[in-house]
């Protein structure tokens, strides 16, 4: 249990970042499921809106420290290669 003024601070401090940053990656895991049963469905108009929403959605994650910047680039390069797959199919 933190003793000093300054840690039980701390501790309150990452309490609130904490529930930012759950509520941020919850969103964008809302995102990314929509695009994924959009996909699942087969439905391409819906899967290509999705992933217009989405995109940004995760890369404004990444610029909030939910992500690492490569992690949400690769996530979108896959994304991305399966919406344009189907839209080929």
């Known amino acids: 249990m933190a003793n000093t003024p300054s840690a039980k601070k701390a501790t309150r401090k990452i309490a609130r970042r904490t529930a930012v940053n759950t509520a941020r990656r919850s969103?964008?895991?809302?995102f990314l499921r929509k695009v994924e049963e959009a996909l699942a469905?087969?439905?391409k108009a819906a899967a290509t809106a999705?992933?217009?929403v989405a995109?940004?959605?995760m890369m404004?994650?990444?610029s909030k420290g939910i992500f690492h910047k490569?992690?949400?680039s690769r996530k979108i390069?896959?994304?991305s290669h399966r919406?344009?797959?189907?839209a080929e199919a």
Request: no cysteine.
């Open 41 to 43: 469905a087969g439905d």
């Open 55 to 57: 995109e940004p959605e």
């Open 27 to 30: 969103r964008v895991r809302t």
């Open 60 to 62: 404004r994650a990444t």
């Open 50 to 52: 999705a992933f217009k």
């Open 70 to 72: 490569n992690t949400a």
């Open 77 to 79: 390069s896959r994304l």
């Open 83 to 86: 919406v344009k797959g189907l």
